[in-house]
């Protein structure tokens, strides 16, 4: 079983253990069944490496953030002043609070291209986020679903002597946990997969089986 390092994508093993392999190969009757040693198509690697990607891109913590009440608390800021109540249409008054929010560098910007909402949305949640705003809480922990705000679901972290069922601090982290879990599991797979096919004989080499 001994390993050679000197050329891991051809071979992991010595010549001695490809011998043993061969011959066991050959001699196996495998129910009848014969069993060549092709190589794994081109195409199906490439469709594995793209799948995993895309599957990793789609599900980035950073892209499937919820929006939170906090990305709108700009916009609603904005819903009672005269110039956005002298406008008439409410697709206008949209693009007159989505202009200005813009035009002063609002640090949530990537959020609220992501996840835009309507004049009519807005209405739905307004008088929630400003109770939240009274109450003087973190609207980074509120999730805004459908017309309602409600608290994060996500656990967080727990507060220093946190106490009650508002004693974690439940801002969703642009990177979550189980990714990193993803991650080492697919890099598992990917190595486990590589390491059984280059234990077994090179490609170049068919068995025979003239048994």
């Known amino acids: 079983m001994a390993w050679r390092l000197d050329a891991p994508l051809y071979t992991l093993t010595d010549e001695e253990q490809n011998k043993a392999a061969r011959?066991?190969?050959?001699?196996?009757?495998?129910?009848g069944i014969t069993e060549d040693n092709n190589r794994v198509p081109r195409p199906v690697v490439w469709l594995l490496g793209?799948?995993?990607?895309?599957?990793?891109?789609?599900?980035?913590?950073?892209?499937?953030?919820?929006?939170?009440?906090?990305?709108?608390?700009?916009?609603?800021?904005?819903?009672?002043?005269?110039?956005?109540?002298?406008?008439?249409?409410?697709?206008?008054?949209?693009?007159?609070?989505?202009?200005?929010?813009?035009?002063?560098?609002?640090?949530?910007e990537a959020l609220q291209d992501r996840h835009p909402v309507t004049m009519d949305d807005l209405r739905m949640i307004k008088d929630q986020i400003i109770e939240l705003q009274r109450n003087n809480v973190n609207l980074q922990e509120y999730t805004v679903v459908g017309p309602w705000v409600v608290l994060a679901?996500?656990?967080?972290?727990?507060?220093?002597?946190?106490?009650?069922?508002?004693?974690?601090?439940?801002?969703?982290?642009?990177?979550?946990?189980?990714?990193?879990?993803?991650?080492?599991?697919v890099i598992y797979f990917c190595l486990a997969v590589t390491i059984a096919i280059k234990r077994l004989p090179e490609s170049t080499w068919q068995p025979k089986h003239s048994h």
């Open 50 to 108: 793209l799948t995993i990607i895309t599957a990793f891109l789609a599900t980035f913590p950073l892209w499937g953030q919820r929006p939170t009440a906090a990305i709108y608390e700009e916009y609603i800021a904005l819903m009672d002043t005269p110039e956005v109540q002298a406008i008439e249409s409410d697709e206008e008054k949209m693009a007159h609070i989505v202009k200005t929010v813009k035009a002063k560098g609002s640090k949530w």
């Open 153 to 185: 679901n996500f656990e967080g972290n727990v507060r220093p002597n946190g106490e009650g069922p508002n004693d974690r601090i439940r801002i969703q982290p642009w990177w979550d946990k189980g990714y990193t879990i993803d991650i080492f599991y």
């Open 23 to 31: 011959a066991l190969w050959e001699s196996e009757p495998l129910g």
